[in-house]
């Protein structure tokens, strides 16, 4: 059964620091990993898409990486700012199956 | 468009209500999802509609019955609630396992989410 784990679960950092969010997954066997960030009453917004074949995605100051073999992705992100306070979460979805396995999330304060 | 519409945003019943949860999305995805959110916790799965298919059901209680009348559309039936099913529920679409990617570029498998609907039971 596939488990996917982000530590710490929540982290407050001054404005302009470099962040890198963990998250690590238990089974290999995955089709793709994504990363969605929340709102308070929110939907997700999805940041950055990984599939599994692919090692990094970019998008503005977000950078995903994947490391399949050892069931880790991290995503760093650039110069924070008080607006990426929010809650992050990680997903993947197995290989033969619809179904996204979601960490418990990260809660991100940037403080100004 | 990459948007999911979902209504109501909010949403109060009592116990012994039948009200329904609506999802909408235009952009061609065969595979639709609803998942139930608690406070401070991630999203946990509840239905899988592929190619307008129930294709997971991850044992939920009959007092939720979903419905896919259209590969663009996915509905939530609600009857007897309690008030513990009181959520915000999410739905979500992708593409489809086997169909193929847009502009002949690969089928990524990206879930897109709605804004969500807060139910609460009373």
């Known amino acids: 059964k596939q488990e996917v784990t982000q530590i710490p679960a929540a982290l407050s950092v001054p404005e302009g620091e470099n962040l890198v969010l963990n998250c690590s997954f238990t089974d290999s066997a995955i089709y793709n990993l994504q990363w969605f960030r929340q709102d308070p009453g929110k939907g997700l917004t999805s940041l950055l898409l990984?599939?599994?074949?692919?090692r990094e995605q970019t998008s503005g100051r977000l950078n995903a990486s994947l490391d399949k073999s050892s069931g880790r992705s991290t995503l760093y992100i650039a110069a924070s700012q008080p607006g990426d306070s929010a809650t992050y979460l990680c997903?993947?979805?197995?290989?033969?199956?619809?179904?996204?396995?979601f960490g418990k999330g990260m809660k991100l304060t940037v403080n100004p | 468009d990459t948007e999911v519409t979902q209504t109501p945003k909010h949403l109060v019943m009592g116990m012994t209500n039948k009200k329904s949860l609506k999802c909408e999305q235009h952009?061609?995805?065969?595979?639709m999802y609803w998942y139930k959110q608690k406070a401070k916790k991630p999203p946990e799965l509840m239905f899988v509609y592929s190619y307008e298919k129930l294709s997971i059901n991850e044992s939920v209680p009959s007092r939720f019955s979903p419905e896919c009348p259209n590969s663009s559309l996915l509905n939530l039936h609600l009857h007897a609630l309690q008030p513990e099913d009181s959520a915000l529920y999410l739905c979500?679409?992708?593409?489809?396992?086997?169909?193929?990617?847009?502009?002949?570029?690969?089928?990524?498998?990206?879930?897109?989410f709605g804004e969500g609907s807060r139910l609460t039971v009373l």
């Open positions: 997903a993947v979805k197995q290989g033969g199956s619809e179904k996204l396995v």
């Open positions: 979500a679409s992708s593409q489809a396992r086997g169909y193929p990617g847009l502009a002949g570029g690969a089928n990524t498998g990206e879930l897109f």
């Open positions: 952009m061609g995805h065969r595979a």
């Open positions: 990984i599939q599994s074949s692919q």
